[in-house]
């Protein structure tokens, strides 16, 4: 099996906060986040803020799958095998011997759309799913540019205002990117690019 791209995951420190969100959700107590914790040595799911907040749940409870063991991608924590899990709120990168080994990262979800963006004119939009599962689509130069959309982004001309973006509008038409503009278009009729 081939290895999977090590671009895929990350150690980013907040990229792990979203892994351990993904993993476990956040504590119903106080919000906070959740970690592996251990009483007489037995593992549990308890609070980042214990003693402030007593909070623990059995790991049995957490409903973390194995979704595909990534043969020869050994954990950088332990070198045994990382595997895609699915938690509580989405699919994330997890190793094998969980729950000695707490190795967790996020699946980076991001495509890139290969549309300009029409903010900046020098960042791609890509397409990245937040934590929730919806897609949306930002651009690449994030954070000097703050550009999102919500609805897929077409490089297609506005027949109204000639901006270079239109948005999927409809499963028929595409509308103009401009809220302020009212430009439509038929699908069939996109000029081929
Ligand atoms: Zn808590
Ligand atoms: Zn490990
Ligand atoms: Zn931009
Ligand atoms: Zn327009």
Redesign the pocket.
């Known amino acids: 099996m081939a290895k999977i791209d090590s671009s895929l995951f990350s150690s980013d420190s907040k990229i792990n906060a979203d892994a351990i969100f993904e993993a476990y959700g956040d504590c119903p107590d106080c919000g906070g986040k959740l970690k592996i914790r251990y009483a007489n040595k037995s593992a549990f799911l308890g609070c980042i803020s214990y003693p402030n907040c007593h909070y623990k749940k059995s790991l049995t409870d957490t409903a973390i799958t194995t979704v595909k063991v990534m043969v020869d991608t050994p954990?950088?924590?332990?070198?045994?095998t990382?595997a895609i899990k699915k938690g509580r709120y989405g699919l994330f990168i997890?190793?094998?011997?969980?729950p000695?080994?707490?190795?967790l990262t996020s699946i980076k979800q991001q495509t890139d759309t290969h549309v300009n963006c029409p903010q900046c004119h020098t960042g791609h939009l890509l397409e990245k799913t937040n934590k929730f599962g919806k897609k949306f689509y930002s651009c690449d130069t994030y954070p000097s540019c703050k550009f999102v959309l919500n609805d897929k982004p077409v490089a297609c001309t506005c027949p109204d205002c000639h901006s270079p973006i239109m948005i999927e509008y409809s499963v028929t038409q595409f509308s103009c990117v401009k809220p302020t503009c009212n430009g439509v278009i038929n699908r069939e009729n996109k000029p081929s690019s």
């Open positions: 954990c950088p924590q332990c070198d045994k990382l997890g190793c094998v011997d969980f000695s080994c707490e190795f």
